[in-house]
């Protein structure tokens, strides 16, 4: 019983905090949405997350041995690139990008050359 208020007050502390980081930068920094450092963030940040995230995801990849080490998710890196050098919509190149590699991994499409 004792730990249900536990996992009931973790939940509820966790869901604040979550909260919280989403809402302080609106409150706070809403006078300063004009600042040349706040435009620059904005400008870079978005394309740095990307590329830390899809780095840690291709170092993290499962078939960086074989034949063709990572293929599994090299193909679908060159994919997001391809498209969105093409169409420049983030949207969609993420999508192909993720319906590819998981089409690959639960096919075991590339198992046989890995």
Request: proline fraction near 4%; glycine fraction near 6%; charged fraction near 10%.
């Amino acid at each position: 019983m004792v730990e249900s208020y536990y996992l009931a007050a973790f939940i509820a502390v966790s869901a604040l905090a979550t909260f919280a980081t989403r809402v302080v930068p609106f409150l706070f920094f809403e006078k300063h949405t004009d600042h040349p450092l706040v435009k620059h963030i904005g400008r870079f940040l978005p394309a740095a997350v990307m590329a830390l995230l899809a780095t840690v995801f291709l170092q993290r990849s499962s078939g960086w041995q074989g034949q063709l080490p990572g293929a599994d998710a090299l193909i679908p890196a060159f994919l997001v690139i391809a498209i969105h050098l093409w169409r420049r919509n983030a949207l969609l190149s993420i999508a192909a990008g993720t319906i590819t590699y998981m089409a690959i991994q639960q096919t075991g499409l590339l198992q046989g050359a890995l």
